[in-house]
């Protein structure tokens, strides 16, 4: 069983270190800063084996060079972003699997918020680190793919089982979910969520993970099949993938 440790940083992203216990081998995903890692490898007394990237934006490469240099540690991200993020060891793409100790993770390719996003599936603990392509309630802009991209790829984040934890690299819940209630203000499974969300964020509390079967009855870029979304946004008798693209402009706005 993975030790998961959350750690806030800057405004609102999480970086995570993930724990093997019979290895002892540790991975951090997408450390925007090294000194927190530190600080925690070296009071939990855990090595560091490598570094997970989902994506090249600095606020998750930007603690790779200091960790590297001073762990000795390998950095996994994906092959078509060698260029973007500097000291790559071990380039991945959709269906490779990297090894944490004994326990296994399979890469999936998300394009949509960038061109060459991945997330990483550790199928065996129920735990998806999804970088920023899923977040509770929501999904990533589209800075450098399309919404026919960004669709495809939550439709192979929709059909992972419904008890695997999404642990994704923002505390947005709260803004996501005012915008759920938006364009779904009569779900009822949204309206308590929400409740316990604010109650959680009044206490400085995270709201991450959350769980597919969660997003699949809340989040709005999971739900572009939901009649009375599409009447809200006016999109009645309109494809998925153009349904899901109204609601991105219309969060992109919100």
């Keep these: 069983m993975l030790t998961i440790i959350q750690i806030p940083v800057l405004i609102d992203n999480y970086i995570y270190l993930i724990h093997e216990p019979v290895s ?3 991975a951090v995903v997408d450390p925007a800063l090294a000194q927190p890692v530190l600080d925690i490898l070296d009071k939990k007394g855990w090595r560091l084996a490598c570094i997970l990237n989902t994506h090249h934006h600095w606020d998750h490469v930007g603690g790779n060079p200091e960790l590297k240099q001073k762990t000795g540690c390998r950095i996994i991200a ?34 949509g918020h960038t061109s060459g996003h991945i997330v990483y599936h550790f199928a065996e603990d129920n735990a998806l680190f999804c970088g920023d392509t899923l977040f509770a309630m929501g999904c990533g802009r589209l800075f450098e793919g399309t919404a026919e991209q960004m ?8 059909a992972l089982p419904a008890s695997t934890r999404i642990y994704c690299t923002h505390e947005y819940t ?54 009375e979304l599409q009447a809200a946004i006016n999109m009645r ?17 919100f």
């Excluded at 972003?81 to 071990?90: E, Q």
């Excluded at 269906?95 to 004994?102: E, F, N, P, T, Y």
């Excluded at 008798?237 to 706005?253: G, H």
């Design 78 to 111: 994906p092959q078509s972003d060698r260029d973007r993020i500097p000291g790559i060891d071990t380039g991945v793409g959709e269906g490779d699997v990297i090894m944490l100790g004994a326990c296994p993770a399979r890469v999936i390719a998300t394009p």
């Design 174 to 227: 709260q803004t996501n979910g005012r915008f759920a209630l938006s364009v779904e203000p009569d779900n009822p499974q949204l309206q308590q969520r929400m409740e316990i969300v604010n109650q959680l964020r009044s206490k400085h509390l995270p709201t991450v993970p959350s769980t597919i079967e969660q997003e699949l009855a809340t989040n709005p870029f999971f739900r572009e099949n939901s009649l």
């Design 151 to 158: 669709w495809t790829s939550l439709q192979k984040l929709k």
């Design 237 to 253: 008798n309109r494809t998925p993938i153009e349904v899901f693209a109204q609601i991105r402009r219309l969060k992109d706005k």
């Design 24 to 26: 002892g081998e540790t």
